[in-house]
T-cell receptor, first 113, second 114 residues
Framework: AQSVTQPDIHITVSEGASLELRCNYS??????LFWYVQSPGQGLQLLLK??????LVQGIKGFEAEFKRSQTSINLRKPTVHWSDAAEYFC???????????FGSGTKLNVKP | DAGVIQSPRHEVTEMGQEVTLRCKPI?????LFWYRQTMMRGLELLIY????????DSGMPEDRFSAKMPNASFSTLKIQPSEPRDSAVYFC????????????FGPGTRLTVL
């Protein structure tokens, strides 16, 4: 069965530090992968998506993600975290033969001053 | 460009009352999704439509929930009768293509059932 796992429920980093949020998926081929961010009281906003091609994907707000087929992962990274990045981050997977779009359980990011 | 529009943004009602949530997808999008988000269960897909036709409603919790999409620019999610455990944030999202394209989310409706 298709699934998405975000192993970290909460992460705290200091402002100015680097960030990596983990996401693993389960699927027999290369799926379409997405990272969304949800600020408190807001809807989900797309940060980036991976469909094919270059395994390093650039997104908005300085985020990037690297797709690793052998590890069935697409981890989200940011070199320098800002206080405004505090939010919840969701990884999601879709594919042509999926009936549904699967979301992970989310990772809440806290940024220390 | 107008994004996905949801109304109301907040709804407080009493147990047993009917609740109707509304969604206007992005113009030109063919697929529409209803999600529910709670602390306990996270983000759950309730139902989705493709070209106004319900494709998969297996996520709808029970018969008290129903959803319609009478045309390409409007959808409703109805709960009748409502119960306190239905309290959650309900999101509507739309996309151009069913499950291979970016889903664009509305701001959500925060429902509180007393």
């Amino acid at each position: 069965a298709q699934s998405v796992t975000q192993p970290d429920i909460h992460i705290t980093v200091s402002e100015g530090a680097s960030l990596e949020l983990r996401c693993n998926y389960s699927y027999g081929a290369t799926p379409y992968l997405f990272w969304y961010v949800q600020s408190p009281g807001q809807g989900l906003q797309l940060l980036l998506k991976y469909f094919s091609g270059d395994t390093l994907v650039q997104g908005i707000k300085g985020f990037e993600a690297e797709f690793k087929r052998s590890q069935t992962s697409i981890n989200l990274r940011k070199p320098t975290v800002h206080w405004s990045d505090a939010a919840e981050y969701f990884c999601a997977v879709g594919a042509p033969n999926f009936n549904k779009f699967y979301f992970g359980s989310g990772t809440k990011l806290n940024v220390k001053p | 460009d107008a994004g996905v529009i949801q109304s109301p943004r907040h709804e407080v009602t009493e147990m047993g009352q009917e609740v109707t949530l509304r969604c206007k997808p992005i113009s030109g999008h063919n697929s529409l999704f209803w999600y529910r988000q709670t602390m306990m269960r996270g983000l759950e897909l309730l139902i989705y439509f493709n070209n106004n036709v319900p494709i998969d409603d297996s996520g709808m919790p029970e018969d008290r929930f129903s959803a319609k999409m009478p045309n390409a620019s409007f959808s409703t999610l109805k709960i009748q009768p409502s119960e306190p455990r239905d309290s959650a944030v309900y999101f509507c999202a739309s996309s151009l293509v069913q499950n291979t394209d970016t889903q664009y989310f509305g701001p959500g409706t925060r429902l509180t059932v007393l």
